[in-house]
């Protein structure tokens, strides 16, 4: 494995040099970007803004947005960019694919990669050109320096759900090892192919920048069982000796669990974080107690790559503000500092198909004020999906706030709440794989307080609950045709 040493001062800058690639000059970029006071933050933002904004309204779908909104068609300039945004609506998955491919793209390029999203809800299939690329690689570089303190070459093991086995690597064609399927793709005399480029890049990424190991997923199965096939998982880890760990967060809340029922740790980990999926901040606070090392929450998407991430010395992640810009919304309308709302998010380096002020489905809040870090940029807590807001007496309760009263009882390792009627739940909670169970009246009062209109509430335990189709695992589940929260 090559010096982390090597990597920043002779391979990353030689790779920039031989290729397109830059990568390493927007990773390094972003650091400085970060620090800069607020005027020369949002120049540059809008500046950004104004430029995807323009490309934009060449397709069908932001000619209509625009037209809707009675914004006049026209080029836009930076100072007014930020002012027009707010005027536009937020657009939707839906709105996207019924007019994806042509009505969506801006046209013009030979280097455009398709990624769809594969998530618990509908998917999107997004395209982005090789720019847009880089800047997602930057992205996960400034994830791990924010967690861990390094950038490159950092050990990691990663644990996806099922919805991730290809694009995790999981599924590689040809040999795993990077030199391997050189000589691989030079017996096939395929080395100057497309397919060899992609395959041999994608192993650099993983081996040499990131570092990768991944794991299977863990499938659910009955607490006795589950255990032994987590003491693998932990005999797998501690052999790997990761710095970074990153799963889907209820398979880290097990793996923790039965690190404090086992007394196995992994040696040297320094930060553990999600891949995907809700972490609670009870989840958040079990997982590092039981791992032993940090928490670095995360946020991304599939669609956009990484958006935001925690430093650890304030509540909240950073939100990479030169390539995104994040609204918090009520109605449609700005919500207030530190109030809950949906999610829209400006992607400001995807000019292959703009997507601007595109509601993901998530539900969170923005938290302003200084950060011990040095970063000046805003900050934000994800608090789950939108489709998991339950509507109570007490206002909107996120999939967090719901998890945080079953995760509080250590004995705990799963649940799904279920609304089957106004006032009326059914809930089913997991225990742990030492044997220990939920106490489900302390639960079901936590619960009932929390919502503060429950008419009816039957609750039992059980060994394990199923995930969703995707591979992963939804907390709580509102009756269907409610009517929308937020």
């Not at 031989?18 to 970007?33: D, H, I, K, N, P």
């Not at 192993?203 to 040499?208: A, G, L, N, S």
């Amino acid at each position: 494995m090559l010096p982390t040493g090597l990597l920043r001062g002779f391979v990353f800058p030689a790779a920039e040099l031989l290729t397109r690639t830059r990568f390493w000059t927007y990773f390094r970029e972003s650091l400085r970007f970060e620090r800069w006071d607020d005027s020369r933050r949002h120049a540059l933002a809008d500046a950004r803004l104004a430029e995807v904004w323009n490309l934009a309204t060449r397709t069908a779908l932001h000619q209509q947005r625009l037209e809707r909104a009675g914004i006049l068609p026209g080029p836009v300039k930076p100072a007014d960019a930020r002012e027009l945004l707010g005027r536009l609506p937020p657009v939707t998955k839906a709105g996207f694919r019924a007019h994806f491919p042509d009505g969506v793209t801006t046209g013009g390029a030979d280097d455009w990669r398709f990624q769809s999203t594969a998530g618990t809800t509908d998917r999107m299939t997004v395209i982005a050109d090789f720019r847009k690329r880089d800047y997602a690689r930057s992205g996960e570089l400034r994830a791990l320096h924010a967690a861990v303190g390094r950038e490159a070459g950092v050990a990691t093991v990663e644990i996806p759900p099922n919805a991730c086995n290809v694009v995790c690597g999981i599924a590689e064609t040809g040999p795993r090892s990077l030199f391997g399927y050189l000589w691989y793709s030079v017996r096939r005399h395929s080395l100057f192919g497309r397919e060899a480029a992609t395959e041999l890049r994608g192993r650099f990424e993983r081996q040499m920048v990131f570092r990768l190991d991944t794991l299977p997923p863990i499938d659910p199965a009955p607490p006795a069982v589950l255990a032994e096939v987590l003491d693998r998982y932990l005999a797998d880890i501690v052999r790997l000796r990761p710095l970074h760990l990153r799963g889907f967060p209820v398979y880290l809340l097990w793996l923790a669990d039965r690190c404090a029922d086992t007394g196995v740790r992994p040696a040297g980990l320094k930060a553990a974080g999600p891949y995907g999926g809700l972490t609670s901040p009870v989840m958040a606070r079990r997982i590092a107690a039981g791992l032993g090392c940090g928490y670095a929450q995360k946020y991304g998407t599939s669609e956009l790559g990484v958006v935001a991430a925690a430093c650890g010395r304030s509540p909240g992640m950073h939100v990479f503000e030169d390539v995104f810009r994040v609204e918090v919304l009520r109605r449609g309308q700005p919500a207030g500092p530190g109030e809950l709302g949906r999610l829209a998010v400006t992607d400001l380096v995807n000019t292959a198909m703009p997507l601007i002020r595109y509601e993901v489905g998530d539900v969170g809040r923005l938290l302003a004020g200084e950060c011990p870090c040095g970063r000046r940029t805003a900050r934000l807590e994800v608090l789950g999906r939108a489709q998991e807001l339950l509507d109570s007496p007490r206002g909107p309760l996120t999939a967090a706030d719901v998890a945080d009263t079953v995760f509080c009882d250590p004995a705990a390792a799963n649940v799904r709440v279920e609304e089957v009627g106004p006032g009326n739940f059914e809930a089913t909670l997991v225990g742990r794989t030492s044997g220990a169970t939920p106490d489900l009246d302390a639960w079901r009062t936590r619960f009932e307080v929390l919502h503060g209109g429950v008419k009816r509430l039957r609750v039992k335990c059980a060994p394990f609950v199923q995930p969703e189709t995707s591979g992963k695992y939804r907390f709580v589940h509102p009756r269907a045709g409610a009517a929308e929260v937020l």
